[in-house]
């Protein structure tokens, strides 16, 4: 099975810093990498998808990277809005969750 | 634009049997490449994938939850369904039905349920 590491498990920073989230994948997969935000109480909302495309509606300060094993979520310049949590998810026949990284106001 | 909404019980009693109906309106349930599944997520915690099935009937389940789990549809209704059974504390969580296609942004999610089950 695959099993989605991510990393750190909380970035605290500041409005207008920039974010790097982190995805490792324990194996080469065959299927495609998403990025999700989670606000509280609210259900997961897709950002990227198949690594680097944005999803409609979603501003161009996220951008997603990687191949192989390694994926990465960039937020270029967090907006007050973007302090949410992030799940990294590889969507083939089946799905398997990065555990989130909480990105937190310093 | 496709909605989903799931419904049933926010209770269950331990040792029995979770169901739940994922309603789907704005799109069929028979377009094709969609999955349709169940993700669950514990208070406090992170996504768990439970299942999909596929528009062509083809079932996905999470090994750890396979021997307990059954996904079904019923396209005439444009529903899905879960069942989990002999379910414990462990299974009390936020119940989310979605869909998506892995190779596009189609992809749509309710607004979630919370199920608790109680000894």
């Known amino acids: 099975d695959i099993v989605l590491t991510q990393s750190p498990a909380t970035l605290s920073?500041?409005?207008?810093?920039?974010?790097?989230?982190?995805?490792?994948?324990?194996?080469?997969?065959?299927?495609?990498?998403?990025?999700?935000?989670?606000?509280?109480?609210?259900?997961?909302?897709?950002?990227?998808?198949?690594?680097?495309?944005?999803?409609?509606?979603?501003?161009?300060?996220?951008?997603?990277?990687?191949?192989?094993?390694?994926?990465?979520?960039?937020?270029?310049?967090?907006?007050?809005?973007?302090?949410?949590?992030?799940?990294?998810?590889?969507?083939?026949?089946?799905?398997?969750?990065?555990?989130?990284?909480?990105?937190?106001?310093? | 634009q496709v909605r989903l909404q799931e419904s049933g019980p926010g209770l269950v009693k331990a040792s029995e049997t979770l169901s739940l109906t994922c309603t789907v309106s704005g799109g069929s349930i028979s377009s094709s490449n969609y999955y349709w599944g169940w993700i669950r997520q514990p208070p406090g915690k992170g996504l768990e994938w439970i299942g999909s099935i596929y528009y062509s009937g083809s079932t996905y389940y999470n090994p750890s939850l396979k021997s307990r789990v059954t996904i079904s549809i019923d396209t005439a209704k444009n529903q899905f369904f879960l069942k989990v059974s002999s379910v414990t504390a462990a299974d009390t969580a936020v119940y989310y039905c979605a869909s998506w296609v892995p190779t596009s942004d189609n992809d749509y999610w309710g607004q979630g349920t919370l199920v608790t089950v109680s000894s």
């Open chain 1, 13 to 106: 920073l500041s409005p207008g810093e920039r974010a790097t989230l982190s995805c490792r994948a324990s194996q080469s997969f065959s299927g495609y990498l998403a990025w999700y935000q989670q606000k509280s109480g609210q259900a997961p909302r897709l950002l990227i998808y198949d690594t680097s495309d944005r999803a409609a509606g979603i501003p161009p300060r996220f951008s997603g990277s990687g191949s192989g094993t390694d994926f990465t979520l960039t937020i270029s310049s967090l907006e007050p809005e973007d302090f949410a949590i992030y799940y990294c998810q590889q969507r083939s026949n089946w799905l398997t969750f990065g555990g989130g990284t909480k990105v937190e106001i310093k």
